[in-house]
């Protein structure tokens, strides 16, 4: 069986110290790089730390940096990416503890636009909505996404200004504002034209390259500023 290396930038919240670790990984055509570490965990080093759960590309928990890509290492092959392989926690978080990153700030982005269907009344939620297939097709994209934060670790907006909602949030707040069921659209677009929100957007683009889902945030976000946009010149 073959064997890779893998190098692995490590952080201890005791000493406040960075530094890297290398484990040779021994791998088959299907072993991901998850598997890889798990392995290192179980019969390597048993003080590593990283985030998964699903293993099935659905919960977004093992979201690192692979080679410098923000990358779900539970779908991506050790066979399919240039060797050693480099890992590193997601860019732009704090860090906790080796791969473990804090996505506190990432979690009240998600409160702050609100990532549910709103009522007027809140018995209104016992009925059934008929979702049309051309309403489903404004928000399908964007309601694929599996907050694994890739985007976020890639955009460099957000890099430089943590006040920046983001790319993922955005993408929800698109989704929501186009959900035939939801009664908040005005208090949606007003914060879609927060000074922090869509127009912040660069339009760099990575964090559609990096979206395991192909959600497409870039595409979502430039909608909400033309949205945002005619809302305010018609308003």
Same mark, same amino acid.
């Given at each position: 069986?073959?064997?890779?290396?893998?190098?692995? *930038?490590?952080?201890?919240?005791?000493?406040?110290?960075?530094? =890297?670790?290398?484990?040779?990984?021994?791998? +088959?055509?299907?072993?991901?790089?998850?598997?890889?570490?798990?392995?290192?965990? $179980?019969?390597?080093?048993?003080?590593?730390?990283?985030?998964?759960?699903?293993?099935?590309?659905?919960?977004?928990?093992?979201?690192?940096?692979? #080679?410098?890509?923000?990358?779900?290492?539970?779908? =991506?092959?050790?066979?399919?990416?240039?060797?050693?392989?480099?890992?590193?926690?997601?860019?732009?978080?704090?860090?906790?503890?080796?791969? @473990?990153?804090?996505? $506190?700030?990432?979690?009240?982005?998600?409160?702050? @636009? *609100?990532?549910?269907?709103?009522?007027?009344? &809140? &018995?209104?939620?016992?009925?059934?909505?008929?979702?049309?297939? +051309?309403?489903? $097709?404004?928000?399908?994209?964007?309601?694929?996404?599996? #907050?694994?934060?890739?985007?976020?670790?890639?955009?460099?907006?957000?890099?430089?200004?943590? +006040?920046?909602?983001?790319?993922?949030?955005?993408?929800?707040?698109?989704?929501?504002?186009?959900?035939?069921?939801?009664?908040?659209?005005?208090?949606?677009?007003?914060?879609?034209?927060?000074? #922090?929100?869509?127009?912040?957007?660069?339009?760099?683009?990575?964090? =559609?390259?990096?979206?395991?889902?192909? @959600? $497409?945030?870039?595409?979502?976000?430039?909608?909400?500023?033309?949205?945002?946009?005619?809302? #305010?010149?018609?308003?």
């Amino acid at each position: 069986m073959p064997e890779t290396t893998f190098i692995i *930038k490590r952080y201890n919240p005791e000493k406040g110290v960075f530094y =890297t670790s290398e484990y040779k990984v021994p791998y +088959e055509s299907d072993t991901t790089i998850l598997s890889g570490l798990i392995y290192i965990k $179980d019969y390597l080093d048993r003080t590593l730390s990283f985030r998964y759960s699903c293993r099935m590309a659905s919960c977004g928990s093992c979201g690192m940096v692979v #080679n410098k890509k923000p990358t779900l290492v539970c779908r =991506t092959l050790i066979e399919s990416v240039k060797k050693p392989i480099y890992i590193e926690p997601l860019y732009n978080f704090p860090i906790i503890k080796d791969l @473990v990153v804090d996505i $506190d700030i990432f979690l009240d982005k998600l409160k702050f @636009v *609100k990532s549910y269907i709103i009522r007027e009344k &809140e &018995e209104d939620l016992d009925k059934e909505y008929i979702v049309k297939p +051309e309403q489903l $097709d404004l928000i399908k994209h964007s309601s694929s996404c599996i #907050n694994c934060m890739l985007c976020y670790a890639a955009c460099p907006v957000f890099g430089s200004d943590e +006040e920046f909602i983001g790319p993922a949030a955005l993408a929800i707040l698109y989704r929501y504002l186009h959900d035939p069921r939801d009664q908040a659209k005005s208090e949606r677009i007003k914060i879609a034209s927060l000074k #922090n929100s869509a127009y912040m957007c660069s339009m760099v683009g990575q964090c =559609t390259v990096v979206c395991p889902k192909g @959600v $497409d945030p870039s595409f979502h976000i430039q909608r909400l500023k033309v949205i945002s946009t005619l809302n #305010n010149l018609f308003s």
